[in-house]
């Protein structure tokens, strides 16, 4: 899949990317002030649908390259949906069915001729619950490389080691590689998790509230990693803790009833909201 | 509910459950219990100085030297008992016809159990069968012929409202006054020298061609063929029965024609198996030809299609376990839905259809109505291996129904009888018992 990178020009972001919301005669300050970023994933008007409830509801969004985006809002906001529709796990649903573009460097990946298996080569995904698979260690992180190459034996294991050094779990484990996953604490399997997605070499990583379910030490580990990753790789992070966005993101979007009500510089996002609603969720007003 | 009523009931749910073990507990023993001890008297039993003849003449066991003395010292005690009937014989010669005609009747019947018991007379010509050619080799056996010897079976029909009641008249009265009225007593006190009695292991009995009608000899043949049957069930069962499993669990979508698929999947499980039978050698012998007559190759078609339904359902069961975390773990990563199956999904699920090809490589082995008409004969040699296309063969359990009714001297091969039993449970036991070392195997390794 060639892709040609675009570079889009921040125009009135906040005109344009909250949308479902009609700004009169306010004149609207655009949020990126005439910086550049590049959009790795674009989104317009798009919205997914389980059978007939609309859970995204005609998102237009741009996720820049390179940084890490937070998604947060409240239970049920369809921030889940729209993340797992960036690498089409939504397919998995039955009676799962999208409107409108979702592209990836210019590609609209929910074309007719997409090939969703190299989709997900280049968007990798981390779960809520750490689902390593019930295999070694070695076996877990080597599971994505050998799938899609043919790899000797030594080139397979400089890939695994160098995975588990970018998902800090390298010291570890070096001496017990070849162990079962599942022995491994919740903090350690979801760097395995991290390193396993990591192995394939992908451009996007996904993490679906990928500190929810450990404790707050590994929590802090997870948030060093996604300090290292970042510039490396683009990260999206759906996040149901607001301290965990302000932490680690370098934009946030706030998302509300499917509809994204407000994207932005973290910081600004979190010290001056520019809606309502989002200065209402960020107080603890609701949520 | 009071606390009293509580406690009560917890009390009795506990004392039903372990009546309840205890009772299958001792069903189990009952049942198993006089198939061990008697099916264990087909291997250790006291053998006699014909049974070592019999394994030194047939299949080259024994010390040659060591058994040549024995047969002489049993033939030294022997050999009065054949010289005096002999002897007898002669003596008639020259006697008037209304003796001859007396006692003609009399020696045959004491020749035939004296044959029977000791073996054939020294010098006559060799006999055809091969039971006719030994002695008995069991001493359980011998003592049983002896007393075919030492009395005559009679019937007391006096009692017209009863059936005739069997009573037993010592034999030597019949010869009183005879020099064969001296043999009995002669045979009753040297038995033990004629015979030599020795504990024997005789463990090659599952490894044995049987000789003349399962009379002498072991029970290979049926072992042999019981296994082949139940490894071409599972060759032909095993695969078609996991990819459907998979078909069902993870392409098919619910509709009418799936629902209707599994209604078929369960009736055929409750299918009689003599049905099972009937059709394999409508369809598969004579439709399909897949032999000339009765194989191994259609014995097995029919087992596979029997165990079908169980591999179905617990390969369908076991797949459905598997947590779908996995799947879209490996799905996220860039597996295919082949590949997620293949690579994730069915080791998670080996355990569960490990046990399913268990259990039905038990029910296979000791099934005997689905191979009566295609593959089971009663007697016969151990298959060799490409003669499992065209051949039929013995088989355990058709033979354990066999040799304890249809033939010709089952009173003489009860020992074979059990023996089989034993081996039938034995080989079952080894099977389960094989699947579920192999499952916890499986099951640790993915637990970590």
Not at chain 1, 125 to 135: A, I, L, S, Y
Not at chain 2, 115 to 120: F, I, K, R, V, Y
Not at chain 2, 369 to 375: G, L, S
Request: charged residues 25%.
């Amino acid at each position: 899949m060639e892709a040609l990178n675009t570079i889009d020009e921040v125009k009135n972001i906040a005109g344009e990317l909250s949308s479902g919301d009609k700004k009169t005669d306010v004149e609207q300050k655009p949020v990126f002030n005439k910086e550049f970023y590049e959009a790795h994933v674009e989104s317009k008007g798009f919205s997914v649908f389980y059978k007939t409830n609309e859970a995204v509801k005609r998102v237009t969004l741009q996720i820049p390259r390179g940084k890490v985006t937070a998604i947060i809002g409240p239970s049920g906001c369809g921030k889940s949906t729209l993340l797992r529709a960036i690498n089409r796990m939504n397919d998995l649903v039955p009676g799962c069915y999208t409107r409108g573009e979702l592209k990836i460097s210019g590609q609209n990946i929910y074309a007719p001729n997409i090939d969703v298996v190299s989709l997900r080569r280049r968007v990798g995904m981390v779960f809520q619950k750490p689902n390593p698979f019930p295999k070694s260690i070695f076996e877990n992180v080597a599971y994505g490389p050998k799938l899609h190459l043919k790899l000797s034996k030594e080139e397979l294991e400089r890939i695994v080691e160098k995975s588990l050094i970018d998902a800090a779990l390298w010291d570890e484990v070096k001496d017990r590689i070849n162990d079962n996953a599942l022995g491994l604490s919740g903090g350690q399997q979801q760097r395995l998790c991290i390193a396993r997605a990591l192995a394939i070499d992908p451009e996007i990583l996904l993490m679906d509230e990928p500190t929810s379910a450990l404790d707050p030490k590994a929590t802090l580990k997870i948030e060093d990693l996604i300090d290292e990753l970042r510039g490396k790789y683009t990260i999206v992070i759906v996040t149901h803790n607001m301290q965990q966005a302000a932490r680690v993101s370098d934009y946030t979007a706030f998302m509300y009833e499917g509809i994204l009500v407000e994207f932005g510089v973290t910081k600004e996002l979190f010290t001056c909201p520019k809606e309502k609603q989002t200065e209402d969720y960020i107080t603890g007003r609701f949520g | 509910m009071r606390l009293q009523t509580r406690k009560i009931i917890d009390k009795a749910f506990l004392a039903s459950a372990v009546v309840a073990v205890i009772l299958m507990i001792s069903a189990l023993i009952v049942l198993l219990g006089p198939i061990l001890i008697k099916g264990v008297g087909a291997v250790f039993f006291e053998g006699t100085i014909e049974h070592r003849r019999l394994m030194l003449e047939m299949f080259e066991r024994g010390s040659a030297i060591e058994i040549e003395r024995e047969k002489q010292i049993a033939y030294e005690a022997k050999k009065p008992v054949y010289d005096a009937i002999k002897n007898f014989e002669k003596q008639l010669e020259s006697m008037d016809y209304y003796t001859r005609m007396k006692y003609k009747k009399l020696l045959k019947d004491l020749n035939k159990a004296i044959c029977s018991l000791l073996g054939p007379f020294p010098d006559a010509e060799k006999r055809l069968l091969m039971r006719d050619q030994y002695g008995q080799t069991r001493w359980d056996r011998v003592k049983v012929k002896l007393h075919n010897v030492l009395f005559i079976e009679k019937w007391d029909y006096s009692d017209p409202t009863r059936s005739g009641i069997r009573y037993f008249e010592p034999r030597q009265k019949e010869f009183a006054g005879t020099p064969i009225e001296e043999i009995f007593p002669y045979i009753e006190k040297n038995i033990e020298r004629m015979f030599l009695p020795k504990k024997t292991f005789y463990w090659q009995f599952f490894i044995d061609k049987s000789f003349d009608s399962h009379f002498f000899g072991g029970i290979w043949a049926e072992i042999a063929g019981t296994f082949y049957l139940t490894v071409g069930a599972m060759l032909f069962a095993v695969p078609f029965g996991i990819i459907a499993a998979i078909y069902l669990a993870e392409y098919a979508r619910e509709s009418r024609f799936l629902s209707f698929l599994r209604v078929c999947i369960s009736t055929l499980a409750g299918v009689p198996s003599i049905i099972f039978g009937l059709f394999g050698l409508a369809f598969f012998i004579n439709t399909l030809h897949v032999s000339h007559s009765k194989s191994v190759l259609a014995g097995s078609l029919t087992l596979s299609l029997m165990v079908l339904p169980t591999i179905i359902r617990a390969s369908e069961e076991a797949i459905k376990a598997v947590p779908h975390t996995y799947k879209e773990a490996a799905l996220s990563l860039g597996a295919g839905r082949w590949n997620t199956i293949v690579t994730v999904v069915l080791p998670v699920a080996l355990p569960g259809i490990l046990t399913g090809i268990v259990i039905s490589m038990g029910r296979a082995a000791g099934e005997t109505a689905p191979i009566i008409f295609t593959a089971a004969v009663s007697v016969g040699k151990a298959l060799k291996f490409y003669e499992v296309f065209t051949h039929p063969t013995p088989a355990l359990s058709w033979n354990i129904y066999n040799l304890a009714t249809e033939h010709e001297a089952v009173d003489e091969i009860r020992h074979v009888q059990y023996g089989l039993v034993f081996a039938l449970v034995a080989l079952v036991l080894l099977l389960n018992m094989a699947g579920i070392i192999l499952r916890a195997r499986f099951s640790k390794k993915l637990k970590g």
